[in-house]
């Protein structure tokens, strides 16, 4: 691209370092080390345990499906690694006393993800590489890329890994266009590190929601200190990868490692609904605002029957009012998106899977009359119309 990175990148300081002291018996952050469970915790973890679900691995195999190559050792794979006392025989009785049993099982099931995958024949998807995925379309020349991670650095190594084993079109693996879905940084964070592969053609355009960069401001720049260091105490972002620290992020494994930075949109959809035409591939965007993020675009592409759902679903109870301090979610509005695009590509048969920014992908099985990516989203829409009751359910589920 011709675009200068002086002018197109800006590095954000949306995460900070924790520098605090504490005090009691924890003399520094530092030098923390994890505690055994106790008596009282093991009985809750127990009595929880007993009411999960664990026959239903339909996530795990969905995680697991159109595996075109695992990380290994390359070094997009450096989370996965990380978190490798995740690898256990068997997820419920080598379940440590110290984790909530549904958070561990949770945690499993991300760790079942870390490769290239085939969501179908033209999209792909790496998983498991930083928090968020990064999907890949086949275009006429080259490769659009939806949502390029978090962090620069393992956005540029994931599509490395990527250029080894999709196909060359035209004896090349260029790049022809990124999209941003929405406002938060696990959706853009990474974009200078796609830029710095040098696949980038010239022109390409850098696709994002109206009013991306007011709303992308207005709440990672001007809360970002507060809300780092509020993120910082609701995640624990200190603590050591381990069973008596982190072993998940619910959206994802965790974070890996580079700065977080932002190319800057060229182009944005501003209408309700827009087609382009990327290198010759039509995509269909929707503006899907005030739901999970203040601005967000869904898009569907009719060549690969596929419709990208953003972040308004995932395989998991979503944030709606965060203890970060993140603008709360209307949770009505979401479950009305989420009816509309199951009547209007599921329920009508536009689609054979449904793809995400978070989680593995639903696919329908042609062999039954089950409309399973149906059943998904109704599922998904009840998460936020019919549980959400009160404002103590809305906390437990910050
Ligand atoms: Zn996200």
Redesign the pocket.
């Known amino acids: 691209m011709k675009t200068s990175l002086n002018r197109s990148v800006l590095s954000l300081a949306i995460i900070v370092s924790f520098g605090a002291t504490a005090d009691n018996e924890y003399e520094s952050i530092e030098t923390y080390v994890g505690k055994p469970a106790t008596e009282h915790t093991i009985a809750a973890n127990n009595a929880l345990a007993e009411t999960l679900p664990w026959h239903d691995t339909s996530a795990f195999e969905r995680s697991e499906r159109g595996l075109i190559a695992a990380f290994g050792d390359h070094r997009v794979g450096e989370l996965r690694n990380r978190m490798a006392h995740m690898d256990v025989e068997n997820i419920r009785d080598d379940r440590p006393d110290t984790v909530n049993p549904s958070i561990w099982r949770q945690g499993q099931m991300n760790y079942a993800s870390g490769g290239l995958y085939q969501v179908t024949d033209g999209v792909y998807q790496i998983r498991g590489a930083d ?2 995925n990064m999907t890949i379309y086949r275009t006429d020349n080259g490769y659009l890329i939806h949502d390029p991670l978090l962090h620069d650095e393992v956005a540029e190594a994931a599509w490395n890994f990527a250029k080894e084993h999709l196909p060359a079109v035209n004896g090349e693996h260029k790049i022809t266009g990124m999209i941003y879905s929405h406002t ?1 940084a ?2 853009f964070g990474g974009s200078r590190g796609i830029l710095n592969t040098g696949d980038v053609v010239e022109d390409a355009p850098i696709i994002a929601p109206g009013d991306f960069i007011k709303e992308m401001a207005d709440e990672n720049i001007m809360l970002g200190n507060a809300m780092s260091r509020r993120g910082q105490y609701q995640y624990g972002q200190s603590l050591e990868n381990d069973p008596t620290g982190i072993v998940d992020n619910a ?1 994802g494994m965790g974070f890996g490692k580079g700065a977080v930075t932002l190319v800057t949109p060229t182009t944005k959809i501003v209408e309700r609904e827009e087609t382009r035409v990327i290198d010759g591939l039509e995509v269909l965007f929707i503006n899907m605002p005030g739901a999970e993020a203040p601005v967000e675009i869904v898009n569907y592409v009719p060549a690969y029957r596929s419709l990208n759902t953003a ?1 308004l679903t995932y395989d998991g109870q979503h944030n709606i009012y965060t203890f970060r301090g993140a603008k709360v979610r209307d949770s009505l509005a979401w479950s009305k998106y989420l009816t509309e695009l199951k009547m209007r590509f599921v329920d009508s048969g536009l689609v054979d899977n449904i793809h995400s ?2 989680s593995a992908p639903v696919w329908n099985n042609p062999e039954t009359e089950i409309n399973e990516i149906g059943h998904y989203m109704e599922m998904q829409r009840d998460n936020y119309s019919c549980y959400i009751t009160t404002p103590y359910a809305l906390l437990t589920m910050a």
Do not use: F, W
């Open positions: 928090l968020s938060h696990d959706h959206l972040e920014a978070h």
